[in-house]
């Protein structure tokens, strides 16, 4: 069993370099780990290709990044047992057709382009799909939803812009009833962490809130129509009570 889960870029400063990685957080590699799956990073094509970038100008390797994103998720949907879209930063707006907020963190190209075209492919191939925070948001705009760019201008109740330890939780959700969550979790409300500034607004199409916070911003997505397609907007893969969603994943694609 091969699941696949996106990177996020970074840059580590040194004394006398700059080393730019793409990595995932250990906690996601262990949550996947211990349900028996091989785990698979998945990084985007890199405007690092800087002679292709300065030869073809920003248009064409645009179009260049989009058509390799389009090969790369139609042919990884086919490879994989799995796909977890992990968090990170901020989605582009443009995306659906937003400006910029005064507080939405630059976007970066090459990863939004990749995770749209896997979070797509996955849903037409229905391959088990979590996207967890980013990810979760990158499944409902990739579907024709909306964000909010930044929760804090709702003036809600709770917090969602948590510090360290990661591991505790910092409010409820309420479950809904007779969905995939409510069945993995059998409760009708669950503990969370909180590590985000932006939020689902319209939900995609084709999916459903499967959980909202007291303020009723949306906190899980589901398409109730595919075996395995959730978005949590926390982050699971901190919390030892929420090992099941991997476990879930993992049992999605054996059934499959």
């Not at 889960?5 to 970074?10: G, Q």
């Not at 229905?126 to 930044?150: E, F, K, N, S, W």
């Not at 009570?241 to 054996?254: G, I, K, P, Q, S």
Request: contains cysteine; negative net charge; proline residues 6%.
């Amino acid at each position: 069993m091969i699941v696949g889960i996106t990177t996020m870029y970074s840059e580590i400063e040194q004394p006398d370099e700059l080393t730019r990685i793409e990595r995932v957080a250990i906690e996601y590699i262990s949550a996947l780990q211990n349900t028996g799956a091989t785990v698979a990073l998945i990084p985007p094509m890199h405007a690092g290709h800087r002679k292709l970038q300065l030869e073809s100008g920003p248009q064409e390797w645009q179009r260049i990044v989009k058509d390799k994103a389009h090969d790369q998720a139609k042919e990884l949907v086919g490879r994989l047992d799995a796909l977890v879209l992990s968090g990170g930063r901020d989605l582009n707006p443009a995306l659906y057709d937003q400006d910029p907020h005064a507080e939405t963190a630059p976007a970066r190209f090459e990863r939004d382009t990749l995770e749209q075209a896997l979070a797509r492919a996955a849903f037409l191939a229905d391959l088990p799909t979590l996207g967890i925070c980013r990810g979760m948001q990158m499944m409902d705009v990739a579907l024709g939803g909306t964000l909010y760019q930044h929760v804090p201008d709702l003036a809600t109740g709770a917090s969602h812009s948590q510090q360290v330890p990661y591991q505790e939780t910092s409010h409820i959700v309420d479950v809904a009833p007779d969905t995939l969550l409510s069945r993995i979790f059998d409760t009708d409300s669950l503990a969370v962490n909180s590590m985000h500034h932006q939020a689902v607004d319209q939900v995609a199409p084709q999916l459903v809130p499967s959980a909202k916070d007291a303020d009723g911003i949306v906190e899980a997505i589901e398409a109730p129509s595919k075996r395995f397609f959730l978005g949590v907007q926390w982050h699971p893969e901190y919390l030892p009570d929420h090992a099941v969603l991997f476990t879930a994943l993992a049992e999605a694609c054996r059934k499959g």
